[in-house]
Every structure is written in structure tokens, then in C-alpha cells.
Nanobody, 127 residues
Framework: VQLQASGGGLVQAGGSLRLSCAAS????????MGWFRQAPGKERDFVAAISWSGGSTYYADSVKGRFTISRDNAKNTVYLQMNSLKPEDTAVYYC?????????????????????WGQGTLVTVSS
């Protein structure tokens, strides 16, 4: 299984980026997908998640209204559209895949519930 994240970079505060995560080696349409981020010296935090069908989405409070997660099962890809970026959004962003038989933040939020992880892509937001 491979999850290849891309789209990170340097952006000014208030700007936008779109992250992509291309999956291979798994039946993508069966997996819930999540985005997490880790800032230097901090734990890996939940950002957003989407169910296998795309019918349910979940967001951390810190990104609600600014970030949008989506997926294209025909392309085996999940996206994270990030708008109105802030310096505190600076982190390495990771995509992850898991098989979920539950719903809600308690299900999609914990990193331990994801079986596969991508390598991460760095997002830097300058003030």
C-alpha cells in the first residue's frame, strides 16, 4: 500500500493550497481517509476525514469553515482544500487510510484507527 501526498509549499497568510493524496495497493473505495498534521515539537493532530463514500466528513474545530476534504474514488485520490491559511496551520500534513465500521469523531479522529500512512507534505504559512 502506498499513499503519496503532494501539494504542500510556502504560502502567505490568507492564501490557499490544495493537498492531494494518491493511493495505490488497496481498494480505495472501501477505505475512510483522513488528514493529520504535525508541527515541530507537537503531536500529530487530526485535521479532517471522509468516509469511504464521501457521504460523511469530519473536521477539527481549528479548520472548520476554512478546509474542505473531498475524494475521487475513480482516481483513488483524496484532497484537502485549504483556504484562509494561518501561520498556525504550518505543519507536515499526512494522509491516512483506514477501514471503518463506525462513524463520528471518535471513530475517525484517533490516528491509531488508521492502518496506512503517507510520507507527509510540508505546508508553511508565512505571516
Amino acid at each position: 500500500v502506498q499513499l503519496q501526498a503532494s501539494g504542500g509549499g510556502l504560502v502567505q497568510a490568507g492564501g490557499s493550497l490544495r493537498l492531494s493524496c494518491a493511493a495505490s495497493g488497496l481498494t480505495f473505495s472501501r477505505y475512510g481517509m483522513g488528514w493529520f498534521r504535525q508541527a515541530p515539537g507537537k503531536e500529530r493532530d487530526f485535521v479532517a476525514a471522509i468516509s469511504w463514500s464521501g457521504g460523511s466528513t469530519y473536521y477539527a474545530d481549528s479548520v472548520k469553515g476554512r478546509f474542505t476534504i473531498s475524494r475521487d474514488n475513480a482516481k483513488n485520490t483524496v484532497y484537502l482544500q485549504m483556504n484562509s491559511l494561518k501561520p498556525e496551520d504550518t505543519a507536515v500534513y499526512y494522509c491516512a487510510a483506514g477501514l471503518f465500521y463506525c462513524s463520528g469523531y471518535g471513530c475517525y479522529g484517533p490516528p491509531s484507527n488508521y492502518a496506512y500512512w503517507g510520507q507527509g507534505t510540508l505546508v508553511t504559512v508565512s505571516s
